[in-house]
C-alpha cells in the first residue's frame, strides 16, 4: 500500500512499545485466528465471545 512506498522513500519510525507489546500480540493473535478458521472452518458464536474478550484484555493491558 501507500505505506509501504512511503518507507522506500523515507525511514518511518515506530513508537518502542509497537515492538514490545504491541507486534507480539500481534502475531499471537495472527497465528490463533489463523489456526481456529484451519481447525473450525469457521468462527463460532462462543470462539467470537472468546475473541472480543481477548480484545477487551487486550485494551485493559495496553501502555497509553
Request: proline content about 6%; overall charge positive; hydrophobic content about 60%.
Amino acid at each position: 500500500g501507500i505505506l509501504g512506498v512511503t518507507s522506500m522513500v523515507t525511514p518511518i519510525s515506530a513508537a518502542p512499545r509497537f515492538a514490545g507489546f504491541d507486534l507480539p500480540v500481534m502475531i499471537g493473535v495472527t497465528v490463533a485466528f489463523a489456526a481456529l478458521l484451519l481447525l473450525s472452518r469457521g468462527v463460532s458464536r462462543l470462539a467470537g465471545a472468546g475473541l472480543l474478550a481477548g480484545y477487551g484484555l487486550y485494551l485493559w493491558l495496553s501502555p497509553v
